[in-house]
């Protein structure tokens, strides 16, 4: 049941909302064109082209991370009600992010070498949702864990190719990248609120139910104008030799593994932590939807923020924020003050997953850009996620939830450093140049 306090916390949902809601819409003009430069876009696309692209994509990530935020932010509770040890849990979580690895760049080289890209997103979105409904009635450890990996195989290609359908999308249109990616964020947040609510009442296995329906919309729905220049045919081999050797393309990915890993890890431990420190059920939902929530502002507002810090400031402000938050969460804060704070993932998590990406697509080979964005998620955020999951398993095993975020704090550090790096090499080269 629902306590007073998650009631009283409820009621903030909706001035929340109605604030992102605000925020979301402030570019908007009276023909509701998102942010949309007509200087910038030269096209013969006429208005109401670029509304329904805004709505495709508006539909693409509002299912994607809709499907994202119903299975992760409550999978580690599942695996619990079903008898999993924190080591088992930890494994399925780390196996997930493994298949990623090499999931992610395969489809990546499917679409950038076949050119198919929506058939590949609908393929993959339709193959992982069916592999959900069988999912969701396993209790068998292993049986699971193997179905759990096929479902990422085909999970790995969603968010990956649609960043780099939305990017291409923004460029020629004229449109900020963050405009588009928000609507993941929010798409996570509801469905977190939403499905930590229901699953109260009919139970756990309902998250599984979820996914399935949120990824068939787009499986079936998703119809962009614009896609991928099919005409572009890339030479992988000499293209992923010049992708390796670019100094930059490498921190970012070490970065990224440090600092994202303990993001992809939080989806999942944090009900744990929210639990420990005793939060409710319903109490998580609320969470997750104020945390991601206060993520789509940020995105939103990346650009700008670009535009006066630059690029890898702004990457390493957002990682010492995110530095910051995981030490706070190993203090062991109350569920109250962690709500009060929601605004730490935004400026954090939101502002560093647009940054990243556009950072990826600018230093990487124009014609593997659906390769290069595969490689950073899966060499970056999936085995960061891996050695986050795992090693989070095992800690939990051997101490409690705290010690998660502390290790979480101390990978981050690590992230940062590379990001400096990052940092220092554009320094002296401006220098260079300036001689």
Known sequence: MISSSDRHLNNVVFGVLKYIHCTINRSVDTRGLYLFNQKKYNGKRSGRDVIRIKNQFILLYTSIYF????????????????????????????????????????????????????IVLRLTLFTAGIIALFISGIQHFYTFLTLYCLMHFFQGANAPISDTLAINASNKLGTNFGAL???????????VFIVSNVSEYVGLRVIFFFYFSAYMIPAI??????????????????????????PEYRLILLGTFFIFGPVVANNNYFSLLFRYSGGSLAGIGLAFLLFAGSEAPFMKLSDQIIK??????????????SMIRWFWYGSGPTPVLMLTLFILQGLSVGIYIVTAAQYVAEISVPELKITAMTIYSSAGIGLGGIACQMMGGVILDYFDVLTIYLFFGVSTILGIACLLRIKSRKIKQVKYLSQ
């Open 67 to 118: 499907a994202l935020g119903a299975l992760t932010s409550l999978l580690v509770l599942h695996l619990e009600s079903v008898g999993f040890s924190g080591t088992q849990t930890g494994i399925v979580m780390a196996a997930g992010s493994l298949v990623l690895i090499f999931s992610q760049p395969f489809w990546g080289i499917v679409c950038d070498k076949t050119r198919k890209t929506l």
């Open 181 to 191: 990616r928000q609507y993941g964020a929010i798409g996570f947040a509801i469905a």
């Open 221 to 246: 729905f998703f119809r962009p104008i614009i896609t991928v220049d099919e005409s572009v045919k890339a030479n992988i081999l000499s293209g992923l030799k010049d992708l390796i050797k670019i």
């Open 308 to 321: 006066k810090l630059g690029i890898e400031n702004t990457l390493i402000i957002a990682a010492s924020i």
